[in-house]
């Protein structure tokens, strides 16, 4: 699965797999793929070092990359208690009880909550980038837009390539004249952040806004036989995240949500700000449910609807309570059916991408 781009940067196939996992990046990038490590979690920089440190011993030289989030409006001078207090008590009321009602246990005493969202805030990220820049990477990839000028340029500087997500043709536009040099056209399919438009219609249109730049193909792809799709449509790879949640090297820390993906269907996610305040595709459960009925309070925008469940969303991920449990996740969780190793996952997809092209030759009246 060779193109332009993944011959620019030196691996195998043309598959960039987004991760927050460290060891499921490294075994991506060993199997011929581009590692992509998710940096939102790391609040502390200390913990990013750590885990940029064990990358370098585990990928053997070849390339990867990170993912930061910079939101694309700057908020300057306000710190995360300033914003927490923005939040109406009303909505810390609702919280509480959702949790009462299903009987979601308290952290113990002085325990922190382990997921935070501090992450999206520009400052954490410039931090995280502060320690990056230190390492071999060989892509910077933002969620959310284009990154600063400033960012762009440091990257460049480093000979770092720059990729930024689009739901749109108007907004890979605005990527393109931001000086990004890969844009990821992501589908409505897509786990996490996602636009309004599908797949099989964003990428052609993203691909011929933005030509010669590389575009790469993402939501809801799963098979050889998608990626060969993506990139008939135009891409020169694809950008898979959901499908590395139930490998064996991914570090779930729960048994429980790790049985949901393995039995869910790909009608069983929703796209729901109930996470972050923007729209993220995710598993349904009671909790989407319970933000998304209208006689609820309703979602409050980015970032105060992190900050106001974020506690929330620990206890319900420590305490493993199944009606609430979930996680940004695509419609391709109906394909993730088993546990397999990465490695296995990239056998079956070069198998699948073999058996297109050799389906698309024989149509064509080129088989051997």
């Known amino acids: 699965m060779e193109t332009e781009l993944s011959k620019k940067l030196g691996i195998e196939h043309a598959i960039f797999g987004f991760t927050p996992f460290p060891a499921v990046a490294a075994a991506i990038t060993r199997a011929g793929g581009f590692g992509v490590l998710g940096a939102v979690r790391y609040t502390a920089p200390d913990d990013l070092k750590r885990d940029l440190d064990w990358m370098q011993e585990n990928t053997g030289g070849l390339p990867y990359g990170l993912d930061v989030v910079m939101p694309a409006k700057k908020v300057e001078g306000v710190t995360e208690a300033e914003v927490e207090a923005m939040i109406p008590e009303g909505h810390r009321q609702f919280v509480q009880e959702t949790l009462a009602k299903y009987g979601v246990p308290h952290l113990a005493e002085g325990e922190a909550s382990g997921w935070r969202i501090t992450g999206w805030m520009e400052q954490v990220a410039r931090n995280q980038l502060d320690v990056a820049f230190d390492y071999p990477i060989k892509l910077l990839a933002n969620a959310l837009g284009s990154p600063p000028a400033d960012v762009v340029e440091r990257a460049h500087a480093q000979n770092v390539l720059v990729a930024a997500l689009a739901g749109s043709a108007k907004h890979a536009k605005r990527h393109a004249e931001a000086g990004i040099d890969i844009v990821v056209a992501q589908g409505y399919e897509a786990g996490g952040h996602t636009g309004e438009i599908a797949s099989m219609v964003l990428t052609p249109e993203v691909v011929d806004a933005v030509g010669p730049l590389p575009v790469l193909a993402a939501g809801g792809i799963g098979s050889g036989e998608q990626i060969a799709a993506g990139i008939a449509l135009g891409a020169q790879g694809v950008w898979l995240g959901s499908l590395w949640l139930t490998t064996t090297e991914a570090e779930m820390h729960s048994r429980a949500l790790t049985a949901k993906l393995l039995a869910a269907g790909s009608g069983d996610t929703v796209r729901s700000r109930a996470l972050t305040g923007k729209p993220a595709r995710q598993l349904r459960t009671e909790w989407t449910d319970a933000w998304d009925d209208p006689s ?73």
């Open 296 to 368: 609820g309070p309703g979602t409050l925008p980015m970032p105060l609807q992190g900050l106001l469940v974020a506690e929330a969303v620990s206890r319900i991920q420590k305490h493993e309570v199944e009606p609430l449990l979930g996680t940004p996740v695509g419609q391709i969780v109906g394909r993730m059916n088993s546990e397999r190793s990465v490695q296995a996952v990239f056998d079956d997809l070069t198998r699948g991408f073999e058996r297109a092209v050799d389906r698309i030759n024989r149509i064509a009246g080129r088989s051997q």
